[in-house]
C-alpha cells in the first residue's frame, strides 16, 4: 500500500507544480514551490521504487510482481535488475527517470535555461502525472497474491545479462530525457522567447548520448544472449528506440545551426517535437504489444492511453509551431549552400528519410492490414538495402562538413583540405576491393575511412594552427582545442567513432556459419579452424538443469582457445536458453552455440558463426561515447571572462 | 503503519513545498543570460580565430565574421556594462 500511496502522492505534487509554476508570473514564490514539488515528486517516486527493490531483495513473494520477477536462486544483480525486468516494474523506473530528470531541470543554475523553466514545468509535470497514472492504476508493481508461493518463478532467462543491468536504464534516460528539450521548446512557444536553442544544448546531448549508448548496449546484449549471431535484426522495438535516436541526430545538428546562425528556428521546434512524441511511440510499440517483437511486453490497457498521450503531443508541439510561426523567422539567410548550415541541412534532409523508411518498415505489418486487409512484413534484407545508401551520405556529408566553413566556403578548398582522406580512403577501399573482391565492402570502407580520416586530420590541423599560435606541442594543443570548443572536436571523436563502426559493419558481409552435429571426441572443420569437441557436463542447479560443451579451437596445428557453450533449461520457464561462448579478435569474433543435445547421447549439434571485425563496432562505440562525453562534460574555458568590466576587455582584446 | 508513513511523508513534503509561500522572495533581477551570451560569443570568436590560422575560414570570410562578432561583442558589452558597471565579482 506504501509504494503505491507514494506514487498517488507524486501524482499531487506533479500536478500542483503544472499549476502554481504558469502562475508565477504573478506570484514570483509560486514558481519555488511548483520546483519543490517537482523534487517532492521524485522523492515519492524513488521512495516507492526504493519498496520494490526491498521487497524484491526481502523476496517478498506476495507481491505479484516480485514472483513474477525474481526467485529465491537469483544473483543479487538480477534481484535489482528485476526492478524493470517487467511491464509494471519498468513503468516504475520509466517514472523515476523522468522525476529525477524534472527535479534536476527545474533547479538548474543556467542563466540562459531559467527563463524557461515555468512553462516547462507544466509539461513535465503533465508527463510525470500520465506516466505515473498508468502505472499506479494500471500496471501496479505493488499487486498481491492471493496465495503467497515458496519460491518466485523468476526473471526470464533471456535477461539474465550484464547488460540487462545497464542497458534499460541507459535506454530509458536517452528516450526520456528528450522530453526536455521538447518542454523547453515548448516553453520558448508560450512565452514568445526564441533563444532557447542554447539553452538546451546540454540537455539535448545527454539523453542522445544515452539513447545512442543504449542502443549499442542493446546490440551487445542480443549478441551475447540471443543466439542469432548478430547484433542488430531491425526488429520492431529496436526501430522504435532508433527513431528517436534519429530524429535527435538531426536535432543536434540543426541547433548548431540555430544557435550561430538563428536560422532553422520552425524546424528545431519541429524536430523537438518529432523526437520527444518518436520516444513515447517508441514505449507505446513496446509496452501496448501492438508489434510482436522479442524485447515486447505482453499486450497491456495502457497500450491505448499511451496513445492518447501521443495524440495529445504531437497536437500540441505542432499547434504551438503553428500560433508562433511569424516569430520563428530565421534572423539571417543562407549565404551560400556550400557552408556548413547547408551541409547541416542536407544531413538533416537525410536523417528525415531515415526516421522516415524505419517508421514505414516498422509500421507497415499494421499499415498494410489495415489497408489491404493482410500483413505485409518487412525484414533486414528492405532496412538494409533502404538504410545503407542513406547511411552513406550521411557518412559523406558528415566529411564534407567538417572542412567546410560557415556562410561560405569554397569548393577549391573544400575540395583541397578533402584530397589527403580521399587519398586514404581511395588506397584502404581498393586494398579491400582486391582483397574481397566486393564491391559493396569496398564503399563502405571508402566512406568510413573518408569521414574517420577527416576527423583526425582536421583536428591534427586546428592543433598545429593553435600551437604555432601560442608555442604548445601538439598534443596540448588537441586537449586546449577539445577544452575550449568541447563540441566541435568531441564531435570529430563521435565522428571518428561512428566511421570505427562503420568498418565493423562491414564485417557482416562476410559472415559465415555452419550447423554440425558431432560426438565428443569427434572435431570439424570451419573458416580456417578445427573444432575439437572434448566433452559434455550436465549438472543441475537449484534452478536450472545445465549442458556444458568443452570445445577446443585448433588452428595451424597449436590450439588457441577452450569454448564453453552452454544449453540450459530453466525449469520455472520451461524453455531451452542459449549461452553463447565466443572467441573474439580484432580481425573477427568466432561464434559457437550449443544448439541441441540428444537425449539418448551426448552427441550435440553445434551452430558456428564466425564474424569479422565485430570487435571494431564496440571500439567505435567506445570512441564514439568518450566524444560524446567530452562534448558535454567539457565546458568551454570562458567561463568568467565576461564577469566583470575588466574581464570583459581583457577577453575582448585577446 | 503504511498508511501513517503515508501521510508523514505527505505532511512533510508538503510543509517543505508550501513553505516559500509563506516567506519572502529573495530573487534578484541579473543579467546573467546576457553575460552568457557574450561568454558564447568570445568563445566564437576564438574558434574563428582557429579556423582562420587552419585555412578553414578566408581572409575575407575571417574579416566580415570577426566584425559581425565584434559588433555583437559590443552591443552585449555595453548592455552589461550599463546594467553591471562593476562586475559581479
Redesign the interface.
Known amino acids: 500500500m506504501l509504494g503505491r500511496g507514494l506514487l498517488f502522492v507524486a501524482i499531487g505534487f506533479a500536478a500542483f507544480a503544472s499549476l502554481a509554476a504558469p502562475a508565477s508570473a504573478r506570484r514570483p514564490e509560486l514558481l519555488v514551490a511548483a520546483r519543490r514539488a517537482m523534487v517532492a515528486a521524485a522523492i515519492a517516486i524513488a521512495g516507492s521504487a526504493v519498496l520494490l527493490w526491498y521487497a524484491l531483495f526481502a523476496r517478498d513473494f506476495s507481491l505479484s510482481y516480485v514472483w513474477a520477477s525474481t526467485s529465491r536462486a537469483a544473483q543479487p544483480w538480477y534481484t535489482f535488475s528485476a526492478l524493470w525486468s517487467g511491464m509494471a516494474g519498468s513503468l516504475l523506473l520509466w517514472c523515476l527517470i523522468l522525476a529525477v530528470y524534472a527535479a534536476v531541470f527545474v533547479r538548474t543554475r543556467s542563466p540562459l535555461l531559467r527563463p524557461f523553466v515555468p512553462w516547462a514545468i507544466p509539461v513535465l509535470g503533465a508527463c510525470v502525472v500520465f506516466f505515473v497514472a498508468i502505472t499506479a492504476v494500471f500496471e501496479n508493481p505493488f499487486a498481491r497474491l492471493d496465495v503467497v508461493p515458496a519460491d518466485g518463478r523468476g526473471m526470464n532467462p533471456l535477461l539474465h545479462s550484464p547488460g540487462m543491468v545497464i542497458h534499460p536504464p541507459l535506454l530509458y534516460a536517452g528516450l526520456i530525457g528528450l522530453l526536455i528539450p521538447f518542454a523547453v521548446a515548448v516553453s520558448a512557444m508560450v512565452t514568445k522567447r526564441p533563444d532557447w536553442i542554447g539553452a538546451v544544448r546540454r540537455w539535448t546531448l545527454v539523453p542522445w548520448l544515452a539513447l545512442g549508448a543504449g542502443l549499442v548496449l542493446g546490440g551487445s546484449w542480443a549478441y551475447t544472449e540471443l543466439g542469432w549471431g548478430g547484433y542488430w535484426g531491425w526488429d520492431p522495438v529496436e526501430n522504435a528506440a532508433l527513431l528517436p535516436w534519429l530524429a535527435a541526430t538531426a536535432f543536434v545538428h540543426s541547433s548548431m545551426v540555430e544557435d550561430r546562425r538563428g536560422m532553422l528556428r520552425v524546424w528545431n521546434v519541429f524536430l523537438a517535437t518529432a523526437a520527444a512524441t518518436l520516444a513515447v511511440f517508441g514505449t507505446f510499440l513496446t509496452r501496448s504489444g501492438l508489434l510482436s517483437s522479442v524485447h515486447a511486453f505482453a499486450e497491456s490497457p495502457v497500450g491505448r492511453w499511451f496513445f492518447v498521450f501521443l495524440g495529445v503531443q504531437t497536437v500540441l508541439g505542432l499547434s504551438l509551431l503553428a500560433w508562433r510561426w511569424p516569430m520563428l523567422r530565421a534572423d539571417d539567410r543562407f549565404d551560400s549552400a556550400v557552408s556548413k548550415e547547408g551541409l547541416f541541412l542536407v544531413n538533416n534532409f537525410v536523417f528525415l528519410a531515415a526516421v522516415f523508411v524505419v517508421l514505414w518498415g516498422t509500421l507497415l505489418p499494421l499499415t498494410s492490414e489495415a489497408i489491404w486487409g493482410r500483413e505485409i512484413a518487412v525484414g533486414p534484407p528492405f532496412f538494409n538495402r533502404v538504410f545503407s545508401p542513406l547511411a552513406a551520405i550521411l557518412l559523406v556529408v558528415a566529411a564534407i562538413g567538417s572542412v567546410t566553413p560557415w556562410r561560405r566556403g569554397s569548393s577549391r578548398a573544400i575540395v583541397l583540405r578533402l584530397t589527403g582522406p580521399a587519398i586514404a580512403a581511395t588506397v584502404l577501399a581498393g586494398v579491400t576491393l582486391l582483397v574481397t573482391r566486393r564491391a559493396d565492402a569496398s564503399g563502405v570502407v571508402w566512406v568510413a575511412t573518408l569521414l574517420g580520416a577527416t576527423s583526425l586530420i582536421e583536428t591534427v590541423r586546428a592543433a598545429r594552427a593553435r600551437g604555432a599560435a601560442t608555442g604548445s606541442s601538439t598534443r596540448a594543443s588537441v586537449a586546449a582545442l577539445l577544452a575550449r570548443n568541447p563540441r566541435r572536436y568531441g564531435g570529430y571523436l563521435v565522428h571518428l567513432g561512428v566511421a570505427v563502426m562503420v568498418i565493423g559493419f562491414a564485417g557482416s558481409l562476410f559472415r559465415t556459419q555452419t550447423q554440425v552435429e558431432v560426438s565428443p571426441g569427434g572435431s570439424f572443420d570451419f573458416a580456417g579452424y578445427t573444432f575439437v569437441y572434448r566433452e559434455l557436463q550436465r549438472f543441475s542447479p537449484p534452478d536450472k538443469d545445465v549442458n556444458l560443451a568443452v570445445v577446443d579451437v585448433r588452428r595451424g596445428g597449436g590450439a588457441i582457445a577452450t569454448l564453453r557453450p552452454q544449453l540450459n533449461l530453466h525449469r520455472n520457464w520451461d524453455q531451452p536458453q542459449s549461452e553463447i561462448a565466443i572467441r573474439s579478435t580484432p580481425r573477427a569474433d568466432l561464434y559457437l552455440i550449443l544448439a541441441g543435445t540428444r537425449a539418448t547421447s551426448d552427441d550435440t549439434v553445434f551452430r558456428v558463426h564466425h564474424n569479422p571485425l565485430v570487435m571494431w563496432v564496440w571500439i567505435g562505440a567506445v570512441i564514439a561515447v568518450l566524444g560524446g562525453l567530452s562534448a558535454i562534460a567539457l565546458r568551454p574555458r570562458r567561463r568568467r571572462e565576461a564577469s566583470t568590466p575588466a574581464t570583459r576587455q581583457a577577453a575582448w582584446t585577446r | 503503519m ?2 501513517l ?2 501521510v508523514g ?2 505532511l512533510v ?2 510543509a ?6 509563506y ?1 519572502r ?1 529573495a ?1 534578484s533581477a ?1 543579467d ?2 546576457t ?6 560569443l ?3 570568436l ?2 574563428l ?3 582562420h ?6 581572409d575575407d ?1 575571417y574579416a ?2 570577426r566584425a559581425e562578432t565584434e559588433a555583437e ?1 559590443a552591443r552585449l ?1 555595453q548592455r ?2 550599463q546594467v553591471d ?5
Open positions: 503504511d498508511a508513513i503515508l511523508v505527505l513534503l508538503t517543505w513545498v508550501a513553505a516559500p509561500l516567506g522572495d530573487a541579473t546573467d543570460a553575460r552568457a551570451r557574450l561568454d558564447a568570445l568563445g566564437r576564438r574558434e580565430e582557429v579556423d590560422a587552419s585555412g578553414l575560414v578566408t570570410g566580415q565574421q561583442a558589452t552589461l556594462d558597471p562593476n562586475g559581479t565579482d
